[in-house]
């Protein structure tokens, strides 16, 4: 497989690229060079036979052939060189290195045959004489002439082979040399390349995985610094968009997770994206365990998951109002919690719908001071047109000639005093609440340090007569110096209230506690009224400091109560930033709690 490693790559490629052409010319002019060597060879073997040929002719013209062989063995050892001379008929006449009287007829040798024939005479073969291969140069002798006879030089082949090995060795060595220096220069080039690409590569997965700290450095190459630079300016643009867009982020996500409302979003395949505190909070759901899933796994329910649907299909933004059935709490004691719903479809840049955004309001509230609204309305009219209507019909009476007879008129006249009396209260206990929620906006209730105990010693006092008429024991237990900042007025007309609905609720001989005294939290003072009168059912408990609330509508009125005392009982303790609970069962009493912020002086 092909190096895949850049360094790699151009590390080879530039050694094939001066390699080839080094061997390549290395082999060529090893080629050559023998060729040039072997001509050279038989060059100079012809012109040493062309020497000899000429000395071969003077010894023939005086003396026949009679010193030839002595003349070639004497020119052998001058020149290194086989000398052999051959009559026409192809008899040997003399030799450097035979006898020729011992030698074969040489006239069938394809050298001496071509110089017989006029020509110079080559050949490269084994010598059937000397046993060994031999290079041949044969020219032929004229006398007058006519050719009588060749003159043969030779040398061994081993001679010229050993010369061209060590040539080869040479060039060997040469070709060895250079690839070792093409190799060098490749490796210099390659890192040279390899290494500014490197540190980009480097830098860019750096720059990937969000570190711009550290910037690529120059290589000192124009186009691999262009690039570095190129990448840098990059790095520094993503930086500051990746910063702008984290920046973005945070402060939607801060706006997100401070939202009031819930938030909710899905994907188009119905996956939640997100979900904000507010509405982990209202559906008990884990925000961050939300993210991916399916929808109908994190909001079980069928009326929700269709209005997410239906916001996903629209193409404008939908609304909706839902109501759903929880757990009664202290804060929903109805068990219904009112939604309203806004839903809007996401768009890409394309305009594709990629998911769907649902605003959720918890309007539960809203509702519900709606009901109290209506139920107020109501109520007041009721309470009001009753005396009304009982004061209308008397004088009527009066007006019709009962005023006449005494004992009737002064009967009629009583009643419509007791009814006056009633309309009186409530006009003042409608004032009361009037004056304390506003004196409670305008923050105009004073708060002084007071002992508790002188106030619920107060209220004691206030309701002891109304006690003792049906034979109730009223018990305090509160320690001498626990005090409260408090309008002493307005806790004990508290205090009286709940006294005063306590005795009324409880049967005769029966017994009252109030108790005041630091709450387990440590923060708060908790005084508690706690009686033994009939008790109140469960489904009242979340009503019961509403305007004009009654659980017993015909025994409240008998008693003469307006249904504004345990409204004013709440107000007055919310004005003091307290809270009031009420803990009861039917047929087995009530106690009132009213929590008050402990002062420093405040501990029992």
Request: aromatic residues 6%; glycine residues 6%; proline residues 3%.
């Given at each position: 497989?092909?190096?895949?490693?850049?360094?790699?790559?151009?590390?080879?490629?530039?050694?094939?690229?001066?390699?080839?052409?080094?061997?390549?010319?290395?082999?060529?002019?090893?080629?050559?060079?023998?060729?040039?060597?072997?001509?050279?060879?038989?060059?100079?073997?012809?012109?040493?036979?062309?020497?000899?040929?000429?000395?071969?002719?003077?010894?023939?013209?005086?003396?026949?052939?009679?010193?030839?062989?002595?003349?070639?063995?004497?020119?052998?050892?001058?020149?290194?060189?086989?000398?052999?001379?051959?009559?026409?008929?192809?008899?040997?006449?003399?030799?450097?290195?035979?006898?020729?009287?011992?030698?074969?007829?040489?006239?069938?040798?394809?050298?001496?045959?071509?110089?017989?024939?006029?020509?110079?005479?080559?050949?490269?073969?084994?010598?059937?004489?000397?046993?060994?291969?031999?290079?041949?140069?044969?020219?032929?002798?004229?006398?007058?002439?006519?050719?009588?006879?060749?003159?043969?030089?030779?040398?061994?082949?081993?001679?010229?082979?050993?010369?061209?090995?060590?040539?080869?060795?040479?060039?060997?060595?040469?070709?060895?040399?250079?690839?070792?220096?093409?190799?060098?220069?490749?490796?210099?080039?390659?890192?040279?390349?390899?290494?500014?690409?490197?540190?980009?590569?480097?830098?860019?997965?750096?720059?990937?995985?969000?570190?711009?700290?550290?910037?690529?450095?120059?290589?000192?190459?124009?186009?691999?610094?262009?690039?570095?630079?190129?990448?840098?300016?990059?790095?520094?643009?993503?930086?500051?968009?990746?910063?702008?867009?984290?920046?973005?982020?945070?402060?939607?996500?801060?706006?997100?997770?401070?939202?009031?409302?819930?938030?909710?979003?899905?994907?188009?395949?119905?996956?939640?994206?997100?979900?904000?505190?507010?509405?982990?909070?209202?559906?008990?759901?884990?925000?961050?365990?939300?993210?991916?899933?399916?929808?109908?796994?994190?909001?079980?329910?069928?009326?929700?998951?269709?209005?997410?649907?239906?916001?996903?299909?629209?193409?404008?933004?939908?609304?909706?109002?839902?109501?759903?059935?929880?757990?009664?709490?202290?804060?929903?004691?109805?068990?219904?919690?009112?939604?309203q719903l806004h839903g809007s479809p996401l768009f890409n840049a394309s305009r594709v719908i990629i998911g769907a955004l649902v605003v959720i309001n918890d309007i539960t509230h809203i509702k519900k001071l709606d009901i109290i609204r209506k139920d107020f309305v109501a109520n007041v009219s009721h309470?009001?047109?009753?005396?009304?209507?009982?004061?209308?019909?008397?004088?009527?009476?009066?007006?019709?000639?009962?005023?006449?007879?005494?004992?009737?008129?002064?009967?009629?006249?009583?009643?419509?005093?007791?009814?006056?009396?009633?309309?009186?209260?409530?006009?003042?206990?409608?004032?009361?609440?009037?004056?304390?929620?506003?004196?409670?906006?305008?923050?105009?209730?004073?708060?002084?340090?007071?002992?508790?105990?002188?106030?619920?010693?107060?209220?004691?006092?206030?309701?002891?007569?109304?006690?003792?008429?049906?034979?109730?024991?009223?018990?305090?237990?509160?320690?001498?110096?626990?005090?409260?900042?408090?309008?002493?007025?307005?806790?004990?007309?508290?205090?009286?209230?709940?006294?005063?609905?306590?005795?009324?609720?409880?049967?005769?001989?029966?017994?009252?506690?109030?108790?005041?005294?630091?709450?387990?939290?440590?923060?708060?003072?908790?005084?508690?009224?706690?009686?033994?009168?009939?008790?109140?059912?469960?489904?009242?408990?979340g009503r019961l400091f509403e305007r004009f609330y009654r659980v017993d509508k015909a025994r409240s009125r008998k008693l003469g109560g307006t249904g504004l005392g345990l409204s004013i009982v709440k107000h007055i303790v919310t004005a003091h930033g307290g809270r009031v609970e009420v803990e009861s069962?039917?047929?087995?009493?009530?106690?009132?709690?009213?929590?008050?912020?402990?002062?420093?002086?405040?501990?029992?």
């Open positions: 497989m092909w190096p895949k490693k850049l360094f790699r790559q151009l590390f080879l490629s530039y050694l094939l690229i001066l390699g080839i052409p080094i061997i390549a010319l290395m082999w060529y002019s090893a080629g050559s060079f023998k060729d040039f060597y072997l001509t050279l060879t038989f060059n100079d073997l012809k012109s040493r036979a062309f020497l000899i040929s000429s000395q071969v002719e003077e010894h023939i013209s005086r003396s026949s052939f009679s010193n030839i062989d002595s003349l070639c063995k004497a020119i052998s050892i001058q020149i290194n060189t086989r000398c052999t001379v051959i009559s026409a008929d192809g008899k040997v006449q003399g030799d450097s290195q035979r006898n020729p009287d011992s030698m074969e007829n040489h006239g069938a040798r394809p050298e001496v045959v071509a110089a017989l024939a006029g020509n110079v005479g080559v050949s490269d073969r084994f010598s059937q004489t000397i046993l060994t291969d031999m290079i041949y140069v044969a020219v032929p002798v004229r006398v007058s002439g006519k050719i009588v006879a060749v003159v043969r030089t030779a040398l061994p082949r081993s001679v010229m082979n050993a010369v061209i090995s060590q040539l080869y060795r040479k060039l060997a060595w040469a070709v060895l040399l250079t690839a070792l220096f093409a190799a060098l220069i490749s490796y210099y080039v390659s890192r040279k390349v390899s290494l500014p690409i490197n540190a980009m590569k480097i830098g860019a997965q750096r720059f990937a995985s969000g570190d711009f700290s550290v910037k690529i450095g120059l290589s000192g190459g124009e186009e691999p610094d262009q690039l570095a630079l190129a990448l840098n300016e990059m790095a520094a643009h993503l930086s500051a968009t990746i910063d702008q867009i984290k920046a973005q982020r945070n402060e939607l996500d801060a706006i997100m997770m401070s939202m009031t409302e819930g938030v909710v979003a899905v994907d188009a395949s119905e996956r939640v994206l997100f979900v904000n505190r507010a509405a982990a909070a209202l559906f008990g759901i884990d925000a961050r365990g939300a993210t991916g899933k399916w929808i109908g796994e994190v909001l079980r329910n069928a009326e929700i998951q269709e209005f997410i649907v239906s916001a996903l299909r629209a193409v404008k933004s939908v609304e909706g109002e839902l109501t759903l059935l929880t757990p009664t709490s202290a804060q929903n004691s109805s068990g219904e919690l009112f939604l309470e009001l047109r009753t005396p009304l209507t009982s004061i209308k019909g008397f004088v009527e009476t009066l007006l019709s000639g009962a005023v006449n007879d005494p004992i009737q008129a002064q009967r009629f006249l009583g009643i419509l005093s007791n009814q006056v009396e009633r309309l009186n209260t409530i006009v003042e206990d409608l004032l009361t609440l009037s004056k304390i929620e506003r004196d409670e906006e305008q923050r105009a209730i004073e708060l002084s340090a007071t002992p508790l105990v002188e106030v619920i010693k107060a209220a004691m006092e206030a309701c002891a007569d109304k006690a003792q008429q049906k034979n109730i024991a009223i018990q305090s237990e509160c320690p001498v110096e626990m005090t409260a900042l408090l309008e002493r007025t307005l806790l004990e007309q508290a205090l009286v209230n709940l006294l005063d609905n306590a005795i009324n609720y409880s049967e005769a001989g029966k017994r009252i506690w109030v108790s005041a005294k630091t709450a387990d939290n440590g923060r708060e003072m908790v005084i508690s009224v706690k009686d033994e009168g009939m008790g109140i059912g469960r489904e009242h408990l069962e039917p047929n087995k009493g009530s106690v009132f709690f009213i929590y008050l912020p402990r002062t420093a002086s405040g501990a029992a």
